[in-house]
Each structure stands twice: as structure tokens, then as C-alpha cells.
């Protein structure tokens, strides 16, 4: 099993910045990749920013938060920080952590799940 614990979130005036944390623990083989994810009132759930762990550290951004928001890593930790600055009303959501994590499936094999956090909600507004 693998668990994701996220920290942060809250209320914010526009303009303003929040500090997203996710740690990763349990039986983790290796992790390909975090990000963060979010959610507003009856949409569907979307990308916010993606950090890749395996490798070179590649990010990917949506457009919206271009400029705005930071996805940083320590893979020693298994975490990844998101911090979001110039806050938006719009950037108002619950925000859920993800990971692509290998895990072993059975004694002779690994396979690369999606796990993701209980969603952490952001709210800004004056």
C-alpha cells in the first residue's frame, strides 16, 4: 500500500500565496512522478503541475498557473511541494496530490499505479 499525505491549503486574499506539501511513504519500488491535481464544483479533475522523480526532474505545468505556481521535488523524501503565488479567485478548487508509484504485484513482478490524496481545499477569496 501507498499513502499520500498531503499538508496545506486553506484561505487566501487574492493575490496572495499558499504552500502545498505531499509525502509519499509505504511500499514504494520507485516513483516515476507527483503533481498536484485539482477540482472545482462540478468539474472534472484537472491538471495543476506534474514533477517527474525517475529522471531529469521534468515539469509540466497547465497554462493557467504558468508564471504563478512552482512544483519542486526532494526525491529523498518522496515529496514534492507546490508553491502557488499571485492566487486567484479562480484558482479556487480542492487540490489532490498524485503519484505514479512501481509497487510490487507479485513476487515476480512490478507495476506503476496511480495513487492519490484525500484532496486538500483552497479557497481564495477577500
Same mark, same amino acid.
Not at 509505504?26 to 512522478?33: E, F, K, R
Given at each position: 500500500?501507498?499513502?499520500?499525505?498531503?499538508?496545506?491549503?486553506?484561505?487566501?486574499?487574492?493575490?496572495?500565496?499558499?504552500?502545498?506539501?505531499?509525502?509519499?511513504?509505504?511500499?514504494?519500488?520507485?516513483?516515476?512522478?507527483?503533481? =498536484?491535481?485539482?477540482?472545482?464544483?462540478?468539474?472534472?479533475?484537472?491538471?495543476?503541475?506534474?514533477?517527474?522523480?525517475?529522471?531529469?526532474?521534468?515539469?509540466? +505545468?497547465?497554462?493557467?498557473?504558468?508564471?504563478?505556481?512552482?512544483?519542486?521535488?526532494?526525491?529523498?523524501?518522496? *515529496?514534492?511541494?507546490?508553491?502557488?503565488?499571485?492566487?486567484?479567485?479562480?484558482? *479556487?478548487?480542492?487540490? +489532490?496530490?498524485?503519484?505514479?508509484?512501481?509497487?510490487?504485484?507479485?513476487?515476480?513482478? *512490478?507495476?506503476?499505479?496511480?495513487? =492519490?490524496?484525500?484532496?486538500?481545499?483552497?479557497?481564495?477569496?477577500?
Amino acid at each position: 500500500q501507498v499513502q499520500l499525505e498531503e499538508s496545506g491549503g486553506g484561505l487566501v486574499q487574492p493575490g496572495g500565496s499558499l504552500r502545498l506539501s505531499c509525502a509519499a511513504s509505504g511500499s514504494i519500488l520507485s516513483i516515476y512522478a507527483m503533481g =498536484w491535481y485539482r477540482q472545482h464544483p462540478g468539474k472534472q479533475r484537472e491538471l495543476v503541475a506534474r514533477v517527474v522523480i525517475s529522471s531529469d526532474g521534468s515539469t509540466d +505545468y497547465a497554462d493557467s498557473v504558468k508564471g504563478r505556481f512552482t512544483i519542486s521535488r526532494d526525491n529523498a523524501k518522496n *515529496t514534492v511541494t507546490l508553491q502557488m503565488n499571485s492566487l486567484k479567485p479562480e484558482d *479556487t478548487a480542492v487540490y +489532490y496530490c498524485n503519484a505514479a508509484v512501481r509497487v510490487r504485484a507479485s513476487y515476480s513482478r *512490478t507495476e506503476v499505479n496511480d495513487y =492519490w490524496g484525500q484532496g486538500t481545499q483552497v479557497t481564495v477569496s477577500s
